[in-house]
């Protein structure tokens, strides 16, 4: 069984900082591409940033230059480093694998179950 969780949501004031970790767990070999998504209430769900097996990253053009993505590969997990918050970045975060290599087998297309982001204006 492998799981992703997400920690380090929370409610922040516009302008703050919020460091979202996405901690994966099980028999896990190795971790290929990780995304972050967000989605809004009554909106659809959002790519945030993604980050490839070889460290390279894209981000979606409402968060460049603010977010910062990460991986720590021997802790199998995935983080995502949000400054300059804005209130349009209320969301519910999750973290997406597409695929994690097991010690049994491929695992594809695995989200978390999300971590809520409220920025106050």
């Known amino acids: 069984q492998v799981q992703l969780v997400e920690s380090g949501g929370g409610l922040v004031q516009a302008g703050g900082s919020l460091r979202l970790s996405c901690a994966a767990s099980?028999?896990?070999?190795?971790?290929?591409?990780m995304d972050w998504y967000r989605q809004a209430p009554e909106k659809q769900r959002e790519l945030v940033a993604r980050?490839?097996?070889?460290?390279?990253?894209n981000y979606g053009d409402s968060v460049k230059g603010r977010f910062t993505i990460s991986r720590d590969n021997v802790k199998r997990t995935v983080y995502l480093q949000m400054n300059s918050l804005k209130p349009e970045d209320t969301a519910v975060y999750y973290c997406?694998?597409?695929?994690?290599?097991?010690?049994?087998?491929?695992?594809?297309?695995?989200w978390g179950q999300g971590t809520q982001v409220t920025v106050s204006s």
């Open positions: 997406h694998a597409d695929k994690i290599r097991t010690i049994w087998d491929y695992v594809y297309n695995t």
């Open positions: 099980g028999s896990i070999i190795s971790l290929n591409t």
């Open positions: 980050i490839f097996s070889d460290g390279s990253t």
